[in-house]
């Protein structure tokens, strides 16, 4: 799948590339996005001020403002192949975002 990334603490490191797919976990869905928002915080994150990678990454995913569409859904989720929704990412986040 195409990303867009980042190396945490270098400035203006973002690129589009190519990176595995997240392996499926119980309980995931799988939604493919379709609209990214940028937002004060990406800013801070490609200017090298703010972030971190996961553990055993050297590189972020940006991308925490999304629309996606649910492509596969756990039987008994209240989600369906089709529907659209907003991910929540950060949890937990040790630094609240105030917005």
Do not use: K
Not at 46 to 54: K, L, R, T
Not at 58 to 75: F, K, M, N, W
């Amino acid at each position: 799948m195409r990303a867009i990334t980042v190396q945490p603490g270098r400035a203006n490191s973002a690129q589009l590339e190519e990176i595995a797919e997240p392996p499926p976990s119980e309980g995931s869905l799988r939604v493919r996005a379709r609209a990214l928002g940028v937002c004060g915080t990406d800013r801070e994150i490609v200017s090298g001020e703010y972030g971190w990678a996961p553990p055993g990454e050297r590189r972020l995913v940006l991308g925490h403002e999304s629309l996606g569409v649910v492509e596969e859904a756990p039987d008994g989720w209240g989600f369906v192949r089709g529907d659209l929704g907003g991910g929540v990412v950060r949890r937990p986040d040790a630094v609240p975002c105030p917005a």
